[in-house]
């Protein structure tokens, strides 16, 4: 399940993932094993080296704990390791955004990505959480930094897009998913996949992997996507040289800085999608791309 085309491009190198449901019968991502494997051959195939494990953590539905998870990662690298699958895995979590978001990382509760001051944050998908940007200015303000998860899929970029330029200027990072910058989920989706990139604000790309095939983890592709937009360089940042700062917990002035503060730099223009997708794009999600 990958598209050659992308893999023939210029850009080389190990690649990190720091978004991927690939933990078996944890969450909506891999429900078993032979699906976990079958997941980290494709990403091990793909360049990909390490996996930060993220599970979603969502209180009701999803009601993982840092421990739960810390002993799942360490099941599945066994695993792995017995089969010779060249893959390093370490703990994290797709955390949704509710009260008590701070108390519970504190307390050890809610893994931020592999125990690093970053935090995968994952807001609602259909409505615009109530006071959005001051919960995550209380994040940052309390010492940590959060990797907002997948906004140009989120159903209310297109009113609100104004809210994820602000908060990436004042210092919340932006984890664009690798699927929604090649395609995968529709025109609409790579619209804003591209503008978020084209215009600086995507920091990171990751696979958001749930499925071998309907969701696969792939992150080959986008770095060349990324790297058609905005230069092989910017796309290595994305998808290893941040991820590698981030898991080792380097702070965000020493990586390098997102391409809207870089001098110089000047936007590249996204071509809006056609009114006639929007059938497609809205069939596509209800197909799976939610999660």
């Known amino acids: 399940m ?3 085309f992308w893999r023939q491009g ?3 190198g190990p690649m990190l993932d720091l978004h991927c449901h690939i933990l078996p019968a944890i969450d909506d991502g891999a429900v078993n094993l032979d699906m976990a494997l079958e997941m980290a051959r494709i990403a091990a195939d793909d360049g990909i080296t390490t996996i930060a494990c993220s599970p979603h953590i969502y209180p009701g539905m999803y009601d993982n704990t840092a421990r739960g ?3 799942a990662v360490k099941a599945l690298q066994a695993e792995l390791d017995q089969r010779g699958i ?4 370490l703990p994290n979590a797709d955390v949704h955004l509710v ?5 519970g990382i504190r307390e050890g509760n809610v893994p931020t990505i592999a125990g690093s001051r970053y935090l995968l944050l994952e807001p609602s998908h259909h409505v615009a959480p109530p006071g959005f940007e001051d919960s995550v200015f209380e994040l940052m303000a309390a010492g940590y930094v959060p990797l907002i998860t997948h ?3 989120l159903a209310w970029v297109e009113d609100q897009y104004d809210v994820f330029e602000r908060l990436s200027r004042r210092g919340a990072w932006m984890q664009v998913t690798a699927g929604a910058l090649t395609g995968r989920f529709g025109r609409r989706v790579k619209y ?3 503008r978020f990139t084209g215009e600086g604000h995507t920091m990171v790309l990751a696979t958001d992997a749930h499925h071998p095939q309907r969701r696969p983890p792939l992150l080959a592709e986008a770095r060349e996507a990324a790297a058609a937009l905005v230069g092989a360089g910017e796309a290595t940042h994305m998808v290893l040289t941040r991820p590698a700062g981030i898991l080792d917990d380097r702070p965000p002035e020493q990586l390098p800085p997102p391409l809207f503060a870089t001098q110089g730099f000047t936007p590249v223009p ?6 006639g997708s929007a059938l497609k794009d809205f069939l596509r999600r209800l197909r799976g791309s939610r999660a």
């Open 86 to 89: 060249a893959i390093k895995l």
């Open 151 to 153: 906004p140009e899929r």
């Open 10 to 12: 210029a850009v080389k």
């Open 2 to 4: 990958k598209l050659q």
């Open 99 to 103: 009260p008590g978001l701070v108390d």
């Open 192 to 194: 804003w996949a591209e």
């Open 69 to 71: 998870i810390r002993l």
């Open 270 to 275: 996204s071509q809006a999608p056609r009114s």
